[in-house]
C-alpha cells in the first residue's frame, strides 16, 4: 500500500503546472519555478498540521484515516477519471 502511494505522488509530481515534465529546461522558466515552490510549501505545512492533528488520540486518528480515504479516492477519480450518468 506504501509503495502505490509512494508511486502515485510521485507521478502525480513528475508534472510542472502547465503540462510541463521535469527537465533543467523547465527550471529556466521563472513563473514555473515558482509555483513548484509553492506546491511543495504548501504540501509541507498540510502534511505538518495533519501530523500534528494525528497526534490528538482516538479523534485526530479519525481524522487521519477520512483524509486518507478521501485522498485515495481523489487518486483513483484522477487516473480513471469515470463518467457518471453518461449517456450510453
Given at each position: 500500500m506504501v509503495a502505490a502511494c509512494g508511486?502515485?505522488?510521485?507521478?502525480?509530481?513528475?508534472?510542472?503546472?502547465?503540462g510541463k515534465t521535469i527537465t533543467?529546461?523547465?527550471f529556466a522558466d521563472i513563473e514555473i519555478?515558482?509555483?513548484?515552490?509553492?506546491?511543495?510549501?504548501?504540501?509541507?505545512?498540510?502534511?505538518?498540521?495533519?501530523?500534528?492533528i494525528g497526534l490528538i488520540p482516538v479523534l485526530g486518528?479519525?481524522?487521519?484515516?477520512?483524509?486518507?480515504?478521501?485522498?485515495?479516492?481523489?487518486?483513483?477519480t484522477r487516473i480513471f477519471r469515470p463518467t457518471f450518468f453518461a449517456p450510453v
Open positions: 508511486g502515485a505522488g510521485s507521478w502525480g509530481i513528475d508534472r510542472f503546472p502547465g533543467l529546461d523547465a519555478a515558482t509555483r513548484v515552490v509553492e506546491r511543495v510549501a504548501a504540501a509541507f505545512i498540510g502534511a505538518l498540521i495533519v501530523g500534528l486518528w479519525i481524522f487521519v484515516f477520512a483524509l486518507t480515504l478521501a485522498g485515495a479516492g481523489a487518486i483513483t
